[in-house]
């Protein structure tokens, strides 16, 4: 039966996101927002889980008190570092006399592909699938009933660390709440931010949070590369930290509010206001001096991105870039982006949905809106291949019964 109340809960390094939506007839409609600062994460790896529970909570009770709901269960967006995406083949024998391909053939051929030798205490968390094809011709999505001797598969796996996944299946289980499915943060937010289009052409996704580059190629509506970057918006807060002698959070705030990724667009004469690291003590610094820490940071994560964009070899068959996550609010990150990755970029807003909640529109709530958008195409609303990792049905709820306090082997 399908639920009338979707959660989606983004655990990422800087902040925990939840989201509760109400499924309509022709969708959803957002009815609570969370939002509660994450201190047991690094490089989106829970590192501390009394700390991540102590987040989640906050982050669930909010949303919990803004829908007027309670919530049992939850869509988990998983990332970090031991995040890996890898691309398999695999090919089946068609057995019927007539060459039909029936539903067995296809499960042997998917078989055949995820049959491989996973890096030890590593478990598959996606198996994303990229087309078929019969004979070697050409490619399809559904090769059901097809008359021919031979298919083969293209998928793309998604690996996580069975402990960094079972660490945060933990936490959001220890807060009283079953987890219904992961998701890898990256496909979650193209959910968010990209269109049908886009991913049948041909795009590529960041999302730029504050541990991680979460980076994701679409093609033909399917994922054919994924990877993440250990390097995300906090290195540019701890450049200026260190680079300026401000403290963290005058780093954060002056990146916030004055940073832009251009320093000669901003007057030579500028000068900002700070308060020096230890001291306190009120002084001033050329404006441009921010900027130049900012931009070299930023070059830096993009030069990385491009490492990848180079292994693509496809680039004529990009629509461009989609920055998300909150990194990609970041003034002139953007255009940098199209001049350092040579094609289109934009920044990715969580695409129209009903709310009136305005914490909905901002590209770092892009993974947990995303969350819900993946969990409908899971319950067979809405558009998208679905594919996807769900864990078994969750039981129960935080006001008593069980949960699943392992993770089971998915396949
Ligand atoms: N207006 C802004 N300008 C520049 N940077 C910003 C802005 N708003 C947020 N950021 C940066 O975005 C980062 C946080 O992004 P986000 O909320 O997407 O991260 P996260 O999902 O918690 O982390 P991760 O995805 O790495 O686990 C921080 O580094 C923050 O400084
Ligand atoms: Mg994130």
Redesign the pocket.
């Known amino acids: 039966m399908r639920k009338r109340t979707l959660v989606g809960v983004?655990?990422?390094?800087?902040?925990?996101?939840s989201v509760i939506a109400r499924i309509q007839e022709d969708g959803f409609r957002v009815s609570g927002v969370g939002v509660a600062p994450?201190t047991g994460?690094k490089?989106?790896v829970v590192v501390n889980l009394t700390e991540t529970i102590d987040s989640v909570t906050r982050s669930l009770d909010q949303a919990e008190r803004d829908a007027r709901v309670g919530v049992d269960s939850v869509y988990v967006?998983v990332?970090?570092i031991y995040v890996q995406g890898l691309n398999r083949s695999g090919k089946a024998e068609i057995r019927s006399k007539t060459g039909e391909i029936d539903k067995e053939d296809i499960s042997r051929a998917l078989a055949d592909a995820k049959s491989i030798q996973l890096p030890r205490h590593y478990e598959i968390i996606h198996m994303l699938t990229q087309g078929f094809t019969v004979d070697g011709q050409e490619h399809t999505k559904d090769p059901l009933g097809l008359v021919g001797r031979r298919l083969s598969v293209n998928l793309h796996l998604v690996l996580n660390a069975g402990a960094a996944l079972q660490n945060v299946v933990n936490a959001v289980n220890k807060v009283g709440v079953g987890v219904n499915g992961v998701v890898m943060?990256q496909l979650a937010s193209a959910e968010a931010v990209l269109s049908e289009d886009e991913k049948e052409l041909g795009v590529i996704l960041l999302?730029?949070?504050?541990?991680?580059?979460?980076f994701a190629f679409y093609r033909l509506g399917s994922v054919w590369e994924s990877a993440v970057l250990p390097i995300?918006?906090?290195?540019?807060?701890k450049d200026i930290a260190i680079e300026l002698r401000v403290s963290l959070e005058e780093a954060?705030r002056l990146?916030?509010?004055h940073?832009t990724v251009f320093p000669e667009r901003v007057d030579s004469e500028a000068v900002l206001e700070i308060r020096e690291i230890g001291t306190g003590r009120a002084r001033t610094l050329p404006y441009r001096d921010l900027c130049q820490v900012i931009q070299a940071r930023c070059r830096e994560i993009l030069s990385e991105v491009q490492t990848l964009v180079d292994r693509i070899h496809r680039k004529e068959m990009l629509t461009g870039v989609v920055l998300?996550?909150?990194?990609?609010?970041?003034?002139g990150?953007a255009e940098q982006a199209e001049e350092i990755l040579q094609m289109p970029a934009r920044v990715g807003y969580p695409m129209p949905m009903e709310s009136d909640r305005e914490l909905a529109f901002?590209?770092?709530?892009?993974?947990a809106l995303g969350l819900i958008r993946y969990a409908l195409d899971m319950h067979g609303v809405g558009s998208g291949n679905g594919a996807g990792t769900m864990l078994p049905e969750a039981s129960k709820s935080r006001r008593g019964g069980l949960m699943n306090w392992f993770l089971r082997k998915i396949t």
């Open positions: 983004d655990v990422g390094t800087t902040k925990i996101c994450s994460l490089k989106g967006s990332g970090g943060q999302d730029i949070g504050g541990g991680t580059t979460d995300g918006g906090d290195l540019i807060t954060e990146k916030k509010e940073g998300t996550g909150g990194g990609a609010l970041l003034d990150l901002d590209p770092s709530h892009a993974t």
